[in-house]
């Protein structure tokens, strides 16, 4: 290492707020950020674009902590560099209650902070969505607009999860040439050695995936800033393979598991202070050092000013500012209007999918910022319009994501696409296999993100493919996810407007349960309000009716086919459509009670299991849905072999009279 003292001081600013954080919390991991001090030195010193001044800068480069469980790596650095909510005192109050110095990175907690991790390889595959969003808006506003560079630090875990090679294949296939992940190569899990579970070239299988790939000592800073300037000239995404001691400095835990995931304990702390040469208190760094850090922190002020110039004389700054501010335009409502109508005087008996895609026509020509995709399903799902050229290595300005069959990658990249910002994801899967992008999917919830998941095939009402395609528990497993809107369409009105709602919607992300069934018309009178908002309305019957019958998507038209058998039987009964369970919770109490709080008995009619309906259907109410696994078989014979009807609707009302 050929280190200068200068250098090693900066370094050690990291290591001692990291380590004097975790000992005060006694709660952390002090491993990472002492390992990777020398790393993140050299990159936020000399080498990414960003300005504490002004931490929303659209051209700013941006750092990720796939390893997000290193999180004082980023407090650390986020102090020293001057970012004005990142003060000692968050930094002491480390792990604590209401602190912005959370266990892992969380978006929105403390500036500086693009992506909340700490499952490992999520921070590495929201990188893509990041890299993609760069290089479709620099190709779209010019390179004078939109010009920046994505950094990765990921660690062995990542590497080791399943969605790191979804991740690594999408970026090297798509040559995203402005992404460079740095590889915390020190060999050690929480375990113990990387060997005993793992033996994966990582080289290798990085540039076999099609990305170029350095290898370099992590703790020669010259070495790192020679790495990461060379990464910035590749025509391929770049590995930079470093490595390094995890928990470097202290003298009897470095290089072993000890130091991962627990405080040094203050004999260690004091020897690891002694070999680092730190003499200054806890949590006081020399001014000196920090004047060195916080100079560093204004180096792209200029060039920020002069982008600003820029941005100031192009012609397409108001469109710029709108996309990055997230607003959609100002003709989006009058153009949904206008279809809506369009649909209610049509009546078009098809599947609320194809619905999607009637809504996509008019949406995604209304909206420029739509970046659609699929799983290798688009024929499937959907997904496409005709503005919706694939985007590709030789293309970046389409519109498309060929995802490929990585359903986890594509709702980790529609993250990271949602938070780069200027770009709407939406992808497609069928909706059984929410279950391989559930983890995104709750961290999207979790960031609050503009994320639009369609998913299709949404019940056995996909027929014969069978138990494995047939979602039954999936619409409960996603409703229990806070501040997830999960949507459910009964015809192609409800679906246009939920589509609208999905897309207003700036702080949850969306799912869209759509059927492969054509279904009927149902709503046929055309009306400006959006009914689905509220999250259940009645959409047949009488609304002072004796009998409420909740019924989502498909189901809809069944329960609506039972009110002309409840009428013969003297009864008087209503259908009300829950587009959104969520939605219609946050509806007055008073609303909820019109709907359905005098009824004098209760039935649910859904193509899924129960557990979501208990609130609404009270102690006396009856469900009508799956209580077992699907089965192969035409459509029709399905929902008749598992009771699925209107006749069923009908014997569980008269079974509360």
């Known amino acids: 290492m050929t280190n200068t003292a200068q250098q090693n001081d900066l370094a050690n600013a990291i290591r001692s707020l990291a380590m004097d954080a975790v000992e005060k919390a006694n709660s952390g991991h002090p491993g990472l950020p002492m390992g990777c001090a020398d790393i993140a030195t050299v990159l936020f010193t000399k080498v990414m674009k960003f300005d504490p001044a002004d931490h929303k800068w659209a051209d700013r480069d941006r750092f990720i902590l796939s390893a997000g469980h290193g999180s004082m790596l980023l407090y650390s650095s986020l102090y020293l560099l001057g970012y004005e909510d990142m003060t000692i005192d968050q930094i002491k109050n480390f792990r604590q209650l209401g602190s912005k110095t959370a266990g892992h990175p969380e978006y929105h907690f403390a500036q500086g902070i ?83 579970s793992d033996s994966t070239d990582q080289v290798a299988r990085f540039k076999a995936s099609g990305w170029s790939v350095i290898e370099i000592d992590g703790h020669d800073q010259a070495a790192v800033e020679q790495a990461l300037l060379a990464s910035k000239k590749s025509d391929r995404p770049t590995m930079i393979a470093a490595k390094t001691i995890i928990g470097y400095g202290a003298p009897k835990k470095q290089g072993t598991e000890k130091v991962h995931g627990a405080a040094l304990g203050a004999e260690e702390l004091a020897a690891a202070k002694l070999a680092l040469g730190i003499t200054y208190p806890a949590f006081e760094i020399p001014s000196e050092i920090l004047s060195s850090w916080r100079a560093a922190g204004t180096r792209s002020q200029n060039i920020r000013g002069e982008w600003a110039a820029r941005l100031a004389a192009s012609p397409h700054k108001a469109e710029f500012e709108r996309r990055m501010k997230g607003d959609l335009p ?92 200027g770009l709407i994801p939406y992808g497609g899967t069928f909706m059984v296999f929410t279950d391989y992008a559930r983890p995104a999917i709750r961290l999207a919830a979790l960031m609050e993100q503009r994320a639009i998941y369609v998913m299709t095939h949404d019940s056995i009402g996909l027929g014969e493919d069978g138990p494995t395609h047939q979602p039954v528990e999936h619409l409960t497993a996603l409703r229990a996810i806070p ?32 059927s492969r069934q054509n279904l009927p018309a149902l709503r046929t009178e055309h009306q400006t309000e959006n009914l689905s908002a509220k999250g259940a309305y009645v959409i047949a019957g009488d609304n002072n009716a004796d009998v409420v019958i909740f019924a989502t998507g498909s189901e809809v038209a069944i329960a609506a086919a039972a009110l002309p058998l409840l009428t013969e039987k003297g009864i ?4 009300v459509s829950v587009p959104s369970m969520e939605l ?51 459509i029709e014979a399905l929902y008749e072999h598992f009771g699925i009807t209107a006749k069923a609707v009908v014997e569980a009302v008269t079974a509360q009279l």
């Open 330 to 421: 100002a003709d989006f409502k009058s153009a949904i209007d206008a279809f809506k109508k369009k649909l209610a005087e049509d009546k078009p008996k098809v599947a609320t999918r194809k619905s999607s895609q009637m809504a996509l026509d008019i949406i995604n020509a209304t909206l420029p910022e739509t970046l659609g995709g699929s799983a290798d399903l688009t024929h499937s799902n959907l997904t496409n319009t005709k503005e919706m050229v694939p985007f590709q290595a030789d293309n970046r300005l389409g519109r498309y994501m060929m995802y490929g069959i990585r359903e986890h990658e594509m709702a980790a990249a529609m993250n990271g696409v949602a938070l780069h910002g």
């Open 572 to 575: 008087s009964a209503k259908v």
């Open 483 to 514: 501040n997830l809107l999960v949507f459910r369409p009964a015809d192609a009105v409800e679906a246009l407007e939920c589509w609208q709602l999905a897309l207003e919607s700036t702080s949850a992300p969306s799912i869209l349960a759509l």
């Open 114 to 196: 693009e992506t909340t991790t700490g499952p490992l390889g999520q921070g590495l595959a929201n990188s893509v969505g990041f890299a993609v969003a760069e290089a479709k808006l620099a190709a779209e506003f010019g390179s004078d607009i939109v010009d920046h560079h994505t950094w990765v630090l990921a660690g062995d875990g990542c590497l080791m999860e399943g969605i790191s090679q979804e991740a690594i294949a999408l970026a090297g296939h798509l040559r995203l040439n402005k992404l460079t992940v740095i590889w915390d190569n020190n060999s050690i899990t929480i375990d113990g050695a990387v060997s005993n």
């Open 584 to 634: 219609l919770a946050k509806q007055s109490d008073a609303y909820k009670a019109d709907l359905y709080g005098k009824a004098k008995a209760r039935v649910a009619i859904e193509a899924g299991i129960s557990m979501s309906w208990h609130k609404l259907l009270g102690d006396q109410g009856r469900f009508v849905g799956m209580h077992s696994f699907g089965a192969s078989g035409p």
